[in-house]
């Protein structure tokens, strides 16, 4: 055959290993709020569902908080024994839910944390050859997809009231960790491949625990963090530290957000909310600072989501959902939810999906209304707590009580 005649088959065949790439990484979920840490689906999710729409539930060995991650056909998340004194990292199967390993990757004293939280509560990161999980005082761990082990890395003592969950973050060929503590915090990059030190960067001793987000600005990225003091801006492939942005408050436990070149902060406890251009150097509420307003809910647990023009927080106690303009920081509207909110919100179809603790998912319409398009009831035991956030691809959505993983398909 000549070689004209085979140009066409080529063609078609590049085509259609290019177009099963792009439809494989939209099904998908590998990290903390999913592929952008911005907690944002393409699946087309159902608003109302029954009992009957519940796939599967599967008890998941331990307990956590941890949300699920996704990859080709398996679920990955983490759990502990109730008392801290072992740690696991587990794959599912995507459609079925039976659980195909479980890997003890630690054994030993616990560490102090809050009752609100446990000892399994940060987010794997995975990237379709290694699983990441991170324990605090029980360390960074680097699996393959079979569950064996590759590196681990023991961290410090994690001296810290509230216990530890910043997810790790995979940059390229580096993983970067947030390790906050009251005795000593830093922010570190590590080989993705040995787990060797690439960077470390000092940051204040603080309480919290704030997953980064890589934000692209005039052709590079930064690596952006909030944290009890503010929000710092870092080069991901060194850790130098770029910029500070000081809040009020402090807690900086929400994951900050970032929209068309603004990133929000929440500053955790009631207080300030503000709007940060990244790109500065220093200082830079002066001259950076987009607009700052005052948060008067409770607490907050879950991080901000911004759609469209609209920025949406969830206060934890009493669960009550605010929507604010992106550009001036005004508040728009609010609503309560029924219940205490943990978990952070994700959107999907013009819709925010968010459970409360109870294991009730609210639906509701992601403009200036705030409608409740829907309260759906997962039918837990009593015991069962919900404060992970939700996962979704597929038109699938995997909701985590602290034992066990429920699949949801309309």
């Known amino acids: 055959m000549s070689s004209h005649r085979r140009q066409p088959l080529v063609i078609v065949f590049a085509t259609v290993v290019l177009l099963s790439s792009v439809c494989r990484s939209e099904t998908n979920w590998p990290q903390w709020r999913g592929p952008t840490g911005r907690g944002h689906s393409d699946a087309k999710l159902p608003t109302q ?25 398996r679920i990955f998340l983490t759990s502990s024994e109730p008392d801290g004194s072992k740690r696991f990292v587990h794959a599912l199967d995507r459609k079925t839910g039976k659980v195909q390993w ?66 790790p973050v995979i940059h390229g060929d580096l993983v ?13 990059g590590v080989d993705k491949q040995s787990g060797e030190t ?9 309480r919290g625990w704030s997953t980064p987000i ?67 150097r220093g ?11 005052t948060r008067k809910a409770g607490r907050d647990l879950g991080s901000p989501i911004i759609v469209g023009e609209y920025l949406f927080v969830v206060s934890y106690r009493p669960g009550v959902a605010s929507v604010y303009d992106l550009k001036t920081g005004n508040e728009l509207a609010k609503s309560r939810l029924a219940g205490n909110v943990s978990a952070s919100p994700i959107a999907a179809g013009g819709h925010l ?14 403009d200036q209304s705030l409608e409740v398009v829907a309260k ?14 939700i996962a979704a691809a597929d038109g699938r959505m995997y909701v985590r009580s602290d034992h066990a993983l429920y699949c949801i398909e309309k």
């Open 198 to 206: 690439a960077w470390r960067t000092r940051r204040e001793s603080v």
């Open 49 to 73: 569902w029954q009992d009957s729409d519940v796939l599967w539930r599967v008890e998941v060995p331990g307990r956590g908080h941890s949300s699920p991650v996704l990859w080709g056909d």
């Open 376 to 389: 759906n009831q997962i039918a837990a035991e009593e015991d069962e707590l919900f404060r992970a956030s």
């Open 283 to 293: 200082d830079v509420n002066s001259t950076h600072e987009v607009w700052r307003t």
């Open 176 to 188: 970067v960790q947030n390790c906050e503590s009251e005795e000593t915090s830093f922010l570190l």
């Open 102 to 167: 479980s890997q003890q990757v630690w054994q030993g004293a616990a560490e102090r944390s809050h009752r609100m939280n446990m000892f399994a509560s940060a987010t794997c990161a995975v990237d379709g050859e290694r699983v990441i999980a991170f324990f605090g005082h029980a360390g960074l761990h680097c699996l393959d997809l079979d569950g064996n082990r590759i590196w681990e890395r023991k961290l410090g003592p994690f001296v810290n009231p509230w216990g530890t969950a910043s997810s």
């Open 214 to 280: 890589l934000v692209g600005v005039a052709g590079k990225q930064e690596l952006i963090i909030n944290s009890e003091l503010g929000v710092n801006g870092y080069d991901p492939f060194t850790g130098k530290d770029l910029w500070f942005s000081r809040g009020e408050r402090g807690r900086g436990t929400p994951t900050v957000v970032e929209q068309d070149g603004v990133v929000v902060a929440v500053s955790g406890r009631p207080g300030a909310m503000w709007a940060t251009k990244p790109g500065g």
């Open 353 to 366: 999906y968010v459970p409360n603790e109870s294991g009730v998912v609210f639906v509701i319409k992601a």
